[in-house]
C-alpha cells in the first residue's frame, strides 16, 4: 500500500503532502473505483491502474528481497515486522536494558483485527491496543482477554511481562464471571 501510495501521490507539492498525511481511504476508494474500471485522473496520471499495481508490486518484492534474500519462500513477516514493550522509564538510556521486553515478531498490520502500526522503515512496531478483549454478547459470562506485556508495571513482579509471549502469539486468556446466586439483578439487552 505504501509504494502505491508513494507513487499515486507523487505530484503532490511537498508541504502539501505532509498535510494529506493519511491517505489510506482516500488510496483504497480510488483503487475500489479504478477496479471498476471507474478511473480517476490520480490513477490515469500514475499511468492507470496496471502499471500503477504492477510497479509497486516489483518495489516491494525488490525491497523484501533486500531485506530478507532472493528466495520468498524464506521470507517472514515477523522478522521484519517485530515488536518491543517499552516502560516508561526506558527513555533514559540505558533503563531501556533493565525495563524494556525483548523483541518478539508479531503479525498484524494498520489494516487488520490485530490493528498496529509501525514504522514502515525498520519494521518496528510503534504502536497499538496492549489490552485485548474479545467478548460474546450471547455469553457475558466469558470474555477472553490480554494485556501485554503483563498486568504490573512494576519491575521484579511476577506479572510484569507474564504475558508477553502469550500476546505476540495471539493467545487468550479466559475469564469467566459469574453472578451470585442470590442477585436480584438482572441486565437486559433490548433493542
Known amino acids: ?31 475500489s473505483q479504478a477496479a471498476r474500471g471507474e ?22 518484492v525488490k525491497r523484501a528481497s533486500n531485506l530478507q ?19 516508561p522509564l526506558s527513555v533514559k538510556k540505558p533503563l531501556n536494558l533493565l525495563f524494556d521486553s525483548a523483541s518478539y515478531p508479531v503479525g498484524g498490520s494498520e489494516h487488520t483485527v490485530r490493528a498496529m502500526g509501525w514504522n514502515k522503515q525498520t519494521g518496528t512496531v510503534d504502536h497499538g491496543a496492549p489490552w485485548r478483549t474479545v467478548v ?5 459470562s466469558q470474555a477472553e482477554h490480554l494485556l501485554g506485556p503483563g498486568q504490573s508495571g512494576q519491575l521484579g513482579s511476577d506479572w510484569y511481562d507474564d504475558q508477553t509471549e502469550n500476546w505476540t502469539m495471539n493467545r487468550y486468556y479466559r475469564t469467566t464471571i ?3 446466586a442470590n442477585s436480584d439483578h438482572q441486565l437486559r439487552l433490548v433493542p
Open 39 to 60: 478511473e480517476s485522473d490520480w490513477v490515469t496520471q500514475a499511468g492507470g491502474i496496471k502499471k500503477l499495481c504492477t510497479e509497486a508490486l516489483q518495489r516491494v
Open 69 to 87: 534474500g532472493a528466495d520468498p519462500t524464506a521470507w517472514r513477516w515477523g522478522e521484519f515486522h517485530r515488536i518491543t514493550f517499552t516502560h
Open 1 to 31: 500500500m505504501e509504494e502505491i501510495k508513494q507513487q499515486l501521490y507523487r505530484p503532490l507539492h511537498p508541504k502539501l503532502a505532509e498535510l494529506f498525511d493519511e491517505k489510506d481511504i482516500v488510496t483504497d476508494t480510488l483503487l
Open 178 to 180: 459469574q453472578a451470585p
Open 136 to 140: 460474546d454478547v450471547g455469553n457475558l
